[in-house]
């Protein structure tokens, strides 16, 4: 079910009115949050039950036979990462495979044609499958003991609120967490408020709203608009897809705080960075830090001097690519980035920039304009229609304001309040590292010492108004689809 | 966000709610109070129509036009009291084979007059509308879950619909302003606009027919389901909704739409054409009917039929 639904409503509220009689036991606690977590997968589809416990079993079973037979490790973890990442490539990449199978045949003038398939994509199946995977590697690596209670292992791999798209948790931080009781702190229990009022309505209000917009632009094969316009529905889905992706992992932190666990932080204010580097460490910081602790670090990371460091960044960001879609736009997003990455290491463009007081707030429109086009890749259906807008973007021989008025006032209004907030986030940010304080944690810009609770209350209502009255039309998730 | 060290969560969390929870009830009250909805929850409507199976002497069928020209109840004065009679009409609704075979499965088996009228829109014989931009399949592609709860919670979750800007206008205008709709539990919404905007529905068509055309095969297909209607015993009307001279003319240029050539076939496939005057009715966006123009189609059509009807007894 959606968190922005009307089951959900009623499906939180008894949730978390049944929480506290269930919590205080381990086993019951475990299956509390199973039922319930299977509930609220289930609801989609309850067939998507099978593959989670399938695989859940598999990891778990492999884990433990690990333990006990540690002479046949390699063997065991093979099978636990055939098992998930061939169900990961059944399920989201059988059509990918087949479909470009055709191509190549059609290309050499062969005459074999493989039979288009493609299955319904489970929900959530790239993000447990990789939960599953950290933990097989992880307990390969004696990193972790494995845990002994079938029912302490589902409850870290389907806990609700990050099931269907994250925060990808490691099993090290949540099972220790899942062990405990643990009665949440005011603080956990305002705060994990403050992020589900605000996840919602980066979601409803501000994700929702922006996409209308975003989808009429890129519902042209061949678009035709400006580039002024272009640059703006640009800035539209990069917000559309933060304010999306964050929102959740917003909610989905503030509902694991109301239960006293914590979640980590999975975006921050990625807009703001001043390289490629920052940027990685602020956007999908779960996913990145997977990607860089299970691929970028086994094939060599950086340890191996510059080259291998390249190579290994560039696999890392070639498999990411591919991980959030089946098509090669999403392989061309992700070699863009490691092109960037490539760049920035190599030349170090942004220092002699970062020295000079108004070249250094250049820094981050240089990094946030090659952001943008990376996006259109990563947004586009085809590569012919990424590779016509972004001629788009460059072409200064159309009028820049021919186009403009296709664009209606409600997104354009919540381009400017998300752009506002992060703009002041900037301010903030600036601020701070001009003051030579950690900004390690930026928070909002509202936050610290800036916000009396008062003010801070008042945003909050705000927020849950315009959220039920000012949401858009309603929709999943993007990154329902990966 | 700012944590301050010793509070109680709860008591904050609380006020927010409730003071939130206040406000919400009092936005919605003003929506209500100025609202420009009235009738059945427009969500009921939605969602009712498509739970309707089996229960009909006259159906009609169509898109917008449709649903907002046609009203069962002045049908039922005219054509009789004991007649029951839906409108199944939907926004951008085309004629494709899913939405016609649902239109075959709302007769009552033992109705004796089955009576189909067809509100032929160039925009209903499309491709995209017959299959893609479809209000009818978008609904019942929704989740069935989702579609109960639609029909069972409609009037509170239309307490909580997002506010459009012209809700914004008419609460400011304290009602007198706005898109006024009444819905009817036949099927009818009764339609109007202050201030109207004759022309408003021309910009939408130009881009609508720069981009598709009236496919043979919707029509092709439509006329074959019309042939297969009347030797079941369905007496199959269809008329071309009026709407203003403006939008007349872009759709006879750009549409690829052949109203004699349609009419022609759809006599032989054995429709029977109801002809209008197109002039007499009045639309408020150039597209769609304002009610007393609805309710005088409906009177016309009504007693076209019936003409129609005591013209066949005589010859009988």
Redesign the interface.
């Known amino acids: 079910m959606l968190f922005n639904s009307?089951?959900f409503l009623i499906f939180g509220a008894l949730f978390y009115w049944l929480w506290p009689h269930f919590k205080n036991k381990e086993e019951r606690r475990y299956l509390f949050l199973i039922i319930a977590s299977f509930i609220f997968y289930g609801?989609w589809d309850w067939r998507f039950i099978f593959l989670l416990v399938a695989n859940g079993l598999l990891v778990y079973y492999t884990a433990i036979a690990m333990a006990e037979f540690p002479r046949f490790k390699k063997g065991w973890l093979s099978l636990a990462l055939l098992g998930n990442l061939g169900c990961l490539m059944l399920f989201k990449y059988l059509g990918f495979f087949t479909e470009n199978i055709n191509s190549i045949a059609h290309l050499f003038g062969l005459s074999l044609h493989v039979s288009h398939l493609s299955l319904v994509l489970p929900l959530g199946i790239s993000f447990f499958t990789f939960e599953c995977l950290s933990y097989a590697v992880d307990v390969y690596k004696d990193e972790l003991k494995p845990t002994r209670s079938l029912l302490h292992f589902f409850a870290f791999l389907s806990l609700f609120p990050h099931l269907i798209a994250g925060p990808i948790i490691r099993a090290s931080d949540l099972l220790p967490q899942l062990k405990k009781v643990i009665n949440p702190t005011?603080?956990?229990?305002?705060?994990g408020?403050?992020l589900i009022v605000f996840g919602f309505f980066k979601k409803v209000v501000i994700a929702d709203n922006l996409a209308p917009a975003v989808n009429a632009a890129f519902s042209t094969p061949a678009p035709e608009y400006s580039m002024l316009y272009w640059w703006v529905i640009m800035l539209m889905f990069a917000f559309q897809i933060f304010c999306d992706f964050s929102g959740y992992s917003d909610i989905a932190r503030g509902l694991t705080k109301w239960m006293g666990y914590e979640l980590p932080v999975n975006f921050d204010h990625p807009y703001v960075s001043r390289s490629f580097r920052e940027f990685w460490g602020r956007w999908h910081i779960s996913l990145s830090t997977w990607f860089r602790d299970y691929v970028y670090i086994p094939i060599g990371g950086s340890k191996n001097g510059l080259l291998m460091g390249l190579y290994a960044m560039w696999v890392t960001m070639l498999v990411s690519g591919f991980w959030h879609g089946a098509a090669w736009t999403f392989v061309i997003w992700g070699a863009l980035h490691a092109l960037y990455l490539s760049v920035e290491r190599l030349t170090r463009w942004q220092q002699p920039l970062e020295k000079l007081p108004v070249l250094r707030h250049l820094v981050v429109l240089l990094i946030l304009i090659q952001v943008l086009v990376a996006w259109v890749f990563f947004r586009a259906a085809t590569f012919t229609q990424a590779m016509a807008i972004v001629g788009l973007l460059f072409d200064f021989s159309h009028p820049a304001f021919r186009s403009l008025h296709m664009l209606k006032?409600?997104p354009l209004f919540a381009l400017g309040i998300i752009f506002l907030w992060e703009f002041l986030v900037y301010i903030k940010v600036s601020w701070a590292a001009k003051r030579r304080e950690e900004t390690l944690s930026i928070?909002?810009p509202?936050?610290?010492?800036?916000?009396?609770?008062f003010i801070?209350?008042a945003v909050?209502?705000l927020m849950?108004?315009a959220s039920?009255?000012?949401?858009?039309p309603g929709g999943a998730f993007i990154y329902f689809q990966f | 966000m700012h944590t301050a060290q010793t509070f109680s969560a709860n008591k904050r969390i609380f006020m927010v709610s409730c003071l939130a929870a206040l406000l919400i009830l009092a936005v919605g009250a003003l929506k209500w109070r100025y609202g420009v909805e009235h009738g059945v929850d427009k969500n009921m409507f939605w969602s009712g129509k498509i739970f309707w199976n089996k229960q009909f002497d006259v159906v009609m069928a169509g898109d917008s036009r449709t649903y907002r020209g046609l009203s069962p109840a002045i049908f039922q004065q005219i054509l009789g009291a004991h007649q029951r009679i839906g409108n199944f009409g939907f926004s951008s609704c085309g004629f494709g084979a899913q939405y016609l075979s649902q239109v075959g499965n709302l007769f009552d088996p033992a109705s004796r007059q089955k009576k189909l009228i067809l509100g032929i829109t160039p925009g209903a014989l499309t491709v995209g509308n017959a299959t893609i931009n479809n209000g009818y399949l978008n609904l019942i592609r929704q989740d069935i879950k989702d579609l109960v709860i639609m029909h069972q919670f409609g009037p509170l979750l239309s307490f909580f619909d997002p506010l459009a800007p012209t809700d914004i206008v008419s609460i400011v205008h304290h009602g007198k302003t706005g898109y006024f709709q009444q819905y009817h539990p036949d099927g009818w919404i009764a339609s109007a606009k202050i201030p109207e905007h004759p022309d408003e529905a021309l910009g939408p068509y130009i881009a609508t027919w720069q981009q598709q055309k009236v496919s043979p095969q919707v029509v092709a297909s439509l006329l074959d389901r019309v042939s297969g209607w009347t030797k079941q015993g369905v007496q199959v009307f269809a008329f071309s909704p009026p709407t203003s001279a403006a939008l007349h003319e872009i759709e006879r240029r750009m549409s690829g739409f052949d109203p004699e050539d349609f009419k022609k076939r759809f006599e032989q496939a054995g429709g029977i054409w109801l002809d209008i005057q197109p002039g007499k009715y009045h639309s408020y966006d150039g597209s769609h009917l304002r009610e007393d123009g609805a309710r005088r189609l409906s009177t016309d059509l009504a007693q076209a039929i019936r003409q129609h009807e005591s013209l066949a007894y005589q010859k009988d």
């Open positions: 009307f089951i609801w005011e603080v956990q229990k305002w705060e408020y403050k006032p409600f928070g909002g509202i936050g610290g010492r800036f916000a009396p609770v801070e209350a909050l209502l849950i108004v039920v009255y000012c949401r858009g």
